[in-house]
């Protein structure tokens, strides 16, 4: 039972005019009222929101001109009382705002801390609350998109109806059991049991298939350019960069504390692998060979093969060739203004069913037609976003895995002639499997280290 008041900063750190302080517990409002100088919080309507001045209470000074906004639990997103002030000063005002309300008895809140008493407090799911972490690292709309739905509930939705119809199944076989002597309930034949089964192992797989989009839309395509030197790869990653605005961000708190540089091409977020690398990767193929450039290249999901129209194809391009061709390539032929030296036939029966696209950089052509096979390789052509439910979490996808596992199983044994009571316990923990996607039967240590991912004040 949570019974102090949580307090942080709940905007992104030194960004946008206004930041927020925000308190959660059950003395949120009497902590807030005591500091404030307008009209008494401790009366006010729930939802509502007042003008005042923070008053350090130990100097009696005024420390910030805020709007206050009083939400009385339980309509809340922690469904206890939260008071949110917002600060229009810098960091430092929100600095003091946070360091007042600290002395008048609030604690700090740990990572994630108000989501996770949302969750506990039954506001939200597990699979909402990771959302509420994708949202924040969101680097696209479309990714933003992706999270909203989720937090939604629509993921939670689906799982659960899954859960519904095998918990559906389960009764009926235990009645079967337990109560034989009933007519009039109808036996659980191996048909139906299978026909359950492969209904569920039918949407358990569509929602696996959405992973790879759901993981590339939270995480970015992993993008390396590569290709002999002077091919044009540095002007390349400029104009990409140029074109499509580059959200290099910042993921505080987090376990890798790295800032990552992303280009937003038509909704597709790129995450370019290695930056330094790439602006240098002449290395990959000339001094470490084609041997370890495979292994470099293992961690891409897209490589963007940059060869020169004005040069003829070597033995390097070759092996180049050779060793991505399983993998997602574009070929980029570069520098079109120039005299043509590159047999432009060879290349394509080399690039095989990868897509060629011509360029020259230094005029800015090819750039449009570039983008649009990026896209491609990640839409394939006929999905969008639009209305697709993605499966994006790591951790839900393992348990996806875990459940399409078990069901086949079930569906083996089955095929086997394994009497239903036996097929039962495939079929339970398939059904306890998917509760942990949605936080009905996890463990308590997992829930610490899910929310301790989080970012400070959300
Ligand atoms: P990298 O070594 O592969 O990174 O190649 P760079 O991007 O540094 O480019 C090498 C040189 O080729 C630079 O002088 C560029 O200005 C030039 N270059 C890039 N694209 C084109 C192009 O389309 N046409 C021509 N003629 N030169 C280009
Ligand atoms: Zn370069």
Redesign the pocket.
């Known amino acids: 039972m949570e019974t102090d008041t949580i307090t942080a900063i709940s905007t992104p750190m030194g960004e946008g005019a206004i930041a927020i302080v925000r308190l959660s517990g059950p003395q949120a409002v009497s902590i807030s009222a005591a500091l404030f100088q307008g009209k008494d919080l401790n009366e006010v309507d729930s939802h509502t929101m007042h003008y005042g001045k923070i008053i350090d209470p130990e100097t009696g000074e005024m420390a910030e001109e805020v709007m206050v906004s009083v939400m009385r639990a339980p309509r809340t997103f922690t469904r206890e009382d939260i008071v949110e002030i917002n600060c229009h000063g810098g960091l430092v005002s929100v600095n003091r705002v946070l360091e007042i309300v600290l002395a008048s008895g609030a604690r700090l809140a740990e990572p994630g801390e108000f989501t996770k008493r949302a969750f506990l407090n039954g506001r939200i799911d597990l699979s909402q609350a990771e959302a509420v972490m994708d949202l924040i690292r969101a680097k696209t709309d479309r990714a933003m998109n992706v999270a909203l739905k989720q937090m939604d509930g629509r993921l939670s939705k689906l799982i659960k109806e899954l859960r519904q119809k095998l918990l559906e199944t389960l009764a009926h076989v235990e009645v079967n059991i337990d109560y034989p002597e009933y007519d009039d309930v109808e036996e659980m034949s191996h048909e139906m049991m299978k026909e359950k089964t492969r209904e569920v192992h039918e949407e358990v797989t569509k929602l696996l298939e959405t992973a790879r989009q759901g993981k590339i839309l939270r995480e970015g395509l992993g993008t390396a350019i590569i290709?002999?030197?002077?091919?044009?790869?540095?002007?390349?990653?400029?104009a990409l960069v140029h074109e499509n605005k580059a959200i290099v961000t910042e993921i505080p708190g987090t376990t890798r504390d790295v800032i990552e540089e992303y280009v937003n091409v038509r909704g597709v977020p790129l995450r370019l692998i290695d930056t330094a690398g790439i602006?240098e990767?002449?290395d990959i193929v000339e001094k470490i060979g084609v041997e370890r450039s495979r292994q470099v290249l293992k961690e891409a999901d897209l490589i963007l093969f940059?060869l020169n129209y004005?040069d003829e194809l070597n033995d390097e391009d070759e092996k180049l060739f050779e060793a991505i061709s399983d993998m997602n390539v574009i070929v980029i032929v570069?520098?079109?203004?120039?005299e043509p030296k590159l047999d432009i036939e060879r290349v394509k029966e080399l690039a095989g069913d990868h897509p060629v696209i011509s360029?020259?950089?230094?005029?800015e052509?090819g750039i449009d037609q570039l983008e649009e096979a990026i896209a491609n390789t990640f839409f394939e052509g006929e999905l969008d976003s639009g209305d697709m439910t993605y499966v994006s979490n790591v951790r839900h996808v393992q348990l996806l895995k875990q459940a399409k596992q078990a069901l086949e199983d079930a569906q083996n044994g089955m095929e086997m002639g394994v009497p239903l009571d036996v097929v039962q316990i495939d079929v339970t923990r398939t059904w306890e499997i998917l509760g942990e996607i949605v936080g009905d039967t996890v463990h308590e240590s997992l829930i610490d280290q899910l929310f301790s991912q989080f970012c400070l004040g959300k």
């Not at 002999?228 to 400029?238: A, E, W």
């Not at 570069?334 to 120039?338: F, G, R, T």
């Open positions: 290709g002999r030197p002077n091919v044009g790869k540095s002007s390349l990653m400029n602006r990767t002449e940059v004005g570069n520098k079109m203004d120039l360029t020259a950089l230094v005029k052509e």
